[in-house]
Nanobody, 124 residues
């Protein structure tokens, strides 16, 4: 199985930036070698997608983060990144990376392996 390790979270002021990283290991030649989805979750709420690279290469961002968040990867380092700019208090959440992502009815669905989560806190 693929193991994902997320990192890069922290405390940042409103308007600031953070870059989250997700390193993959244990993958086979038939599996993706970097996470293709990023999700976030706050207590009492469902986990929701913030960036999703689908199998055909299309990238989905929900309106809440569009224009502020960017998913990218460095396949040589087995790493996915979530670059976050212009952060808002409502971006505060635990962020998780997922090995695969598919958007169905405008809802990103993560599947396969998941990272452990990294906390992002945005102060006003």
């Amino acid at each position: 199985d693929v193991q994902l390790q997320a990192s890069g979270g922290g405390l940042v002021q409103t308007g600031g930036s953070l870059r989250l990283s997700c390193v993959a290991s244990g993958f086979t030649a038939d599996e993706y070698n970097y996470a293709r989805g990023w999700f976030r979750q706050t207590p009492g709420k469902d986990r929701v997608g913030v960036a999703c690279i689908q199998s055909d290469g299309t990238i989905f961002y929900p309106d809440s983060v569009k224009g502020r968040f960017t998913i990218s990867s460095d396949s040589a380092k087995n790493t996915s990144y979530l670059q976050m700019h212009s952060l808002k208090p409502e971006d505060t959440a635990a962020y998780y990376c997922a090995l695969e992502c598919l958007v169905v009815a405008n809802v990103p669905l993560g599947f396969g392996s998941w990272g452990q989560g990294t906390q992002v806190t945005v102060s006003s």
